[in-house]
């Protein structure tokens, strides 16, 4: 995969796409990444891409020349012009099942915005409008990096363990289930004796139903969308009601 990202500030991006995971992808040639520079778009002396709002009010918004001439160079650079996204406050919540399906293209372009946020007329360039949440960051390069990350995880071969990428919260509409590792006694909590039984039927089941109780405790929303059987149902049902008692009670550290 190849991902173009049009931005005023590529130095951020330096450090986050070079380690770890999404460095070792891109050393191992799975995936490029690539930044640009917007401000190489303009064509004054002080190589301006924000003006004042038309109506007034506070704040500076994002000019729609450097946009669409940078828009229309970078995606000329292969065959494919890509899936062009703009990282906005005000659109689709980006989510697991969206990662999945922005991994199966063939590249992408990500479009930080800043200041007040894009003149109206740069996003008639824009495939997706994408948020990573309910709040305001002082702009989209985190919200690049963030959706950058949750996608390129998701191509065959990144993750030394495919089936980590499907065995993970929100892949089935559900938290992950807890998880444990050595030594089995810490501090007096012990690792559940069915983790350490070697009877894996019995480990999946366990897995399952913390999964469905994780979920419901702590995000039962998700639950309209999961596909849960008449019992687990019954299951995350009595979890949200003890859920709702504990929460009468006081706070808890489930």
Known sequence: MIVDIVTIFPQMFEGPMSVSIIGLA??????EVRTHDLRDWTHDRHRTTDDTPYGGGPGMVMKPEPLFEALDAVQRLEDDPGFVVFLTPSGRPFDQRLARDLSSKERLVLVPGRYEGFDERALSLADLEL?????VLTG?????????????RLLPGVLGDDESSTEESFSEGLLEYPQYTRPARFRDMDVPEVLR??????????????????TARRRPELLASASLTAEERNVADDEISRAASDAQEGPTND
């Not at 948020?131 to 709040?135: A, E």
């Not at 690049?144 to 996608?151: I, L, Y």
């Not at 039984?197 to 994780?214: L, N, P």
Request: cysteine-free; hydrophobic content about 45%.
């Open 197 to 214: 039984s070697g009877d894996h039927a019995r480990i999946a089941a366990w897995r399952r139903e913390q999964a469905v109780r994780r």
């Open 26 to 31: 891109r050393e191992r040639g799975l995936l």
């Open 131 to 135: 948020s990573i949440g309910d709040y």
């Open 140 to 152: 989209g390069e985190l919200p690049a990096m963030v959706v950058t990350d949750a996608v390129a």
